[in-house]
């Protein structure tokens, strides 16, 4: 019988360990750490996940900062106040919500952020600390997806890895991250070929592409380790119903353990921002 692993659970952990970290510190005398969220715009998915994490902010005991901007701010406007939150004492950390509005560079507004405070990971100083094995902001989800794997697996070496996508978000620091852990690690993307012969090698299998249900069993190698990372809505009988890159049903009998969507990475995500907040926090307390 296959393992559904259970993100939800794994995640409550997590942010369990930061709560009682984040208490000890406060018992300290020192600061309690604080994360700012930057949410521009209306995006109906980008709300629910701002929603989740300030939730869980309010779990894990760190103060967060909610800036909400209109879809039409200027980039000026934001790059200022991300000027101001990079300046603040009280902000620990900093996560502009993706995707911004068309009309804002991405890039610019990332390499903004102090790296000291991109708990995200998406600033290039961290992205090539990660790549060079030195100390870093590790992006959340692809660090979700590895302590999963290592609590599902043990140690990961010598195993074969696949990559599904090549994001900056996900799939390439996954990679990064499997490397550091001694798998062997390939990426398979769009532009792919015999992109099925490629997984079915997979001891673990990573998909991030954000295609519904596209990984199926006979892609598989007997007894793989899926990782789901997919969060695509899709009707089904006139009801919205989230699904994942992988199609579970048809996979469960070959997998020997797979993460649920949702229920699987999602949680993990959020986790993982609280870990890096901390992670953060104690770096500027010296
Ligand atoms: N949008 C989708 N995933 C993410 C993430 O991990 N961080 C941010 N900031 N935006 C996202």
Known sequence: MATIID???VAFEVVASVAKEVATLVEQGLQRPGLAVVLVGDDAASQVYVRNKIRTSEQAGITSIEHRLAADVSQQTLLTLIDELNASDQVNGILVQLP?????????ILERISPAKDVDGFHPMNVGALSSGLPSLVPCTPQGCLIML???LGDLSGKHAVVVGRSN?????????LLQQSCTVTVVHSRTKNIEQLCAQADILVAAVGRPEMVKASWL????????????AQEVDGKRKLVGDVDFADCLAKVSAITPVPGGVGPMTIACLMQNTLIAAKRQLG
């Open 150 to 152: 290592q609590q599902q």
């Open 7 to 9: 993100g939800k659970a």
């Open 100 to 108: 911004l509005p068309d009309g804002l560079d991405e890039k610019l």
């Open 169 to 177: 978000i996900v799939g390439k620091p996954m990679a990064a991250l």
């Open 221 to 232: 190698k007997e007894g793989a380790v899926v990782i789901d990372v997919g969060i695509n």
